[in-house]
């Protein structure tokens, strides 16, 4: 069958050392209320290329069910932040054995 078609594989994300220890050290922290939590959550989210999901108050680091109204982009932000945060947390298991 020619290349072009096949139907593709679904390729499982990968994520590099230094976005895995900054979720993995994020994760950690009880008390989210603070600069550098804040400022770490950000560099994160941008790491992942997840910056409009960042800007409509959503992280991969929210463990919480959705908390906007029904219709809003930010509930397709949260199902795909939500998604992301299983893939890491997958990652991280894979990585630690």
């Known amino acids: 069958m020619p290349a072009k078609d096949r139907v593709g594989k679904e390729r499982r994300p990968s994520f590099d050392d230094e976005t895995l220890a900054l979720f993995v050290k994020l994760e950690g922290i009880k008390a989210?209320?603070?600069?550098?939590?804040k400022a770490?959550?950000?560099?994160?989210?941008?790491?992942l290329g997840l910056s409009e999901e960042f800007w409509t108050v959503n992280s991969v680091l929210n463990r919480g069910p959705k908390c906007h109204p029904d219709g809003y982009i930010a509930n397709i932000h949260w199902e795909i932040c939500k998604s992301v945060r299983e893939e890491l947390l997958a990652a991280v298991r894979e990585r630690t054995g």
Request: glycine share 8%; hydrophobic share 30%; net charge positive.
């Open 32 to 37: 989210r209320n603070n600069k550098a939590f």
């Open 40 to 47: 770490g959550d950000r560099e994160l989210m941008y790491r």
